[in-house]
Nanobody, 121 residues
Framework: QVQLVESGGGLVQAGGSLRLSCAAS????????MAWYRQAPGKQRELVAV???????NYADSVKGRFTISRDNAKNTVFLQMNSLKPEDTAVYYC???????????????WGQGTQVTVSS
């Protein structure tokens, strides 16, 4: 079974930084893309950042210039460095990995359990 485990969440003051980690039970190079999502209370889950198997990245406009997604293939871990945090960044952050199953070309998606990030004013 593929497992993704997030860690690194916590409480931080506005302007501070946190680094989230997502450890995968399989090589992250086997994923077409890995991403971070977040969901704040009462809001829909939103895409925060994506890194493709080739290393290209994309970010939500709200976090551009502040967040950086990266990976360490040797450790099967993807990171989300969050700087200049704002109260509106408060949410549960989820790691996501997507893989294409060759047998039927289906798109498989895996999720971590989530880690809470709280940014105080």
């Amino acid at each position: 079974q593929v497992q993704l485990v997030e860690s690194g969440g916590g409480l931080v003051q506005a302007g501070g930084s946190l680094r989230l980690s997502c450890a995968a039970s399989i090589g992250i190079f086997t994923f077409d893309a890995m991403a971070w999502y977040r969901q704040a209370p009462g809001k829909q889950r939103e895409l925060v950042a994506v890194i493709s198997s080739g290393g290209s990245t994309n970010y939500a406009d709200s976090v551009k210039g502040r967040f950086t997604i990266s990976r360490d293939n040797a450790k099967n871990t993807v990171f989300l460095q969050m700087n200049s945090l704002k109260p509106e960044d408060t949410a549960v952050y989820y790691c996501n990995g997507k893989r294409t199953q060759v047998a039927d070309s289906s798109r498989l998606s895996y999720w971590g359990q989530g880690t809470q990030v709280t940014v105080s004013s």
